[in-house]
């Protein structure tokens, strides 16, 4: 069975702090995403990564970075955590191409307090 | 950044009614994929269209893709408590570049 997993299903946080999130898939995917899901926004893209140690920016960067050292391997890292970073984080992978399904890990729901 | 709106946000409705729910965009698709998202799981993915006009059918759940290939409707027959969910049509305009729409919130009470 596929699997794609997030280190964590709830985190708490203070502001300030540095945040790392994790995420491990198992079928050799080339491409990795982090995404953020706010209710009635949908999904938005962080970042994402189609080989090791490559990276691009989506749409929404700021105050994030990502670190990718194994293909299986796709972390997303909050600096200095923040109020408004207070969301649902998802990770994704997928094989590279057009037409190709993205699979979802469980989410990490994140609050910065 | 392409937008992807989907109409209604939310939707609840009784077992045994049909539903439309529809994913609208000024940008056009290479192709339009609609996900499922259960409480505490992350999406997954339920069909792909490619063509303009093309539909497909899953069980109760017909998906239309636009003849411009700017929009999606997807149409549920006779609903069932198991089909609540958040739906998201996700829209491609090449490799590695797929937009989320703002999701459906679908509750069937039964």
């Known amino acids: 069975d596929v699997k794609v997993t997030q280190s964590s299903t709830y985190l708490v946080k203070r502001t300030g702090e540095k945040v790392f999130l994790e995420c491990v898939q198992d079928m050799d995917h080339e491409n990795m995403f982090w995404y953020r899901q706010d209710p009635g926004l949908g999904l938005r893209l962080i970042y994402f990564s189609y080989d090791v140690k490559m990276k691009e920016k989506g749409d929404i960067p700021e105050g994030y970075s990502v670190s990718r050292e194994k293909k299986e391997r796709f972390s997303l890292i909050l600096e200095s955590a923040s109020t408004n970073q207070t969301s649902m984080y998802l990770c994704?992978?997928?094989?590279?191409?057009?037409?190709?399904?993205?699979?979802f890990g469980q989410g990490t729901r994140l609050t910065v307090v | 950044t392409q937008l992807l709106e989907q109409s209604p946000q939310f939707l609840s409705i009784q077992e045994g009614e049909n539903l439309t729910v529809y994913c609208n965009s000024s940008s056009v698709f290479s192709s339009l994929q609609w996900y499922r998202q259960e409480p505490g799981e992350g999406p997954v993915l339920l069909v792909t269209v490619v063509t303009g006009g093309e539909v497909k059918k899953l069980k109760r759940l017909t998906f239309q893709f636009g003849d411009a290939r700017k929009d999606s409707s997807l149409h549920i027959t006779a609903a069932q408590p198991g089909d609540t969910g958040l739906y998201l049509c996700?829209?491609?305009?090449?490799?590695?570049?797929?937009?989320f729409g703002t999701g459906t919130r679908l509750t069937v009470i039964p």
């Open positions: 994704a992978s997928s094989l590279p191409g057009v037409r190709t399904e993205a699979f």
């Open positions: 996700a829209g491609e305009t090449g490799a590695n570049n797929l937009f």
